[in-house]
């Protein structure tokens, strides 16, 4: 069953630093997401991109982060000098037809 | 303000007991409800999603509710076994706001032998 992919699992940053988290959506999906959820706390809606640009944004996903579909296959999120706060659960999802979204396993990044 | 709040928090059964697991939102305009089971350290994984006309979907052993007059939904879990135990969260999705979907905080399930 296809799912989506992300890496890496675990990421270990010091504060300042640039990181870039991967996805591979679902191959024949359209529509792409990011989510963070801190620990202990609710899954929170970051962005959503379709069609090579973003559709929605949530105004936790200020000019510190930006996405990127660099080829067909990856979907990325990039966010410039990490904070302590941005220490989280990043998920991505990916859905074809309306509705459903399925969800990757997450990247854990720890800023240090 | 767009809230989904769930109850209780937590819950610990016995297995092979059913369950019941509360959610109300506020979001609007709507466009769908979505129930998700999330074990610890993973991602949501879809149980069910009803839209605006649907008062009841199955899943297997999970059966949700929506009453979209009174913004109420409801997960049932019949005769619990012991993978259940993960967080179960009701999600909402707006309508005009590109699958934009508004958690709710989760209640934390313990199937205990």
């Known amino acids: 069953e296809p799912e989506v992919t992300q890496t890496p699992s675990h990421q270990v940053t010091q504060m300042g630093q640039e990181v870039i988290l991967r996805c591979v959506p679902i191959s024949n999906h359209l529509y792409f997401y990011w989510y963070r959820q801190i620990l202990g706390q609710k899954v929170e809606f970051l962005v959503s991109?379709?069609?090579?640009?973003?559709?929605?944004k949530s105004e936790i996903f200020d000019d510190q982060f930006s996405v990127e579909r660099p080829d067909g296959s990856n979907f990325t999120l990039k966010i410039r000098s990490t904070k302590l706060e941005d220490s989280a659960m990043y998920f991505c999802a990916s859905n074809g037809a309306p509705y459903e979204q399925y969800f990757g396993p997450g990247t854990r990044l720890t800023v240090t | 303000k767009n809230q989904v709040e769930q109850s209780p928090q937590s819950l610990i059964i016995l297995e092979g007991k059913n369950c019941t697991l509360q959610c109300n939102y506020t979001v609007s305009p709507f466009s769908n409800l979505r129930w998700y089971k999330q074990d610890t350290g993973r991602g949501p994984v879809s149980l069910t999603i009803?839209?605006?006309?649907?008062n009841t979907k199955s899943n297997g052993r999970y059966t949700a509710t929506l009453d979209a007059d009174t913004k109420q939904s409801s997960l049932h879990i019949t005769a619990s076994q012991l993978s259940d135990s993960a967080s179960y969260i009701c999600?909402?999705?707006?309508?005009?706001?590109?699958?934009?979907?508004?958690f709710g905080g989760g209640t934390r399930l313990m199937v205990k032998p």
């Open positions: 999600v909402v999705s707006r309508n005009n706001a590109g699958n934009m979907l508004t």
């Open positions: 009803m839209t605006f006309s649907e």
């Open positions: 991109f379709y069609n090579n640009e973003i559709s929605e």
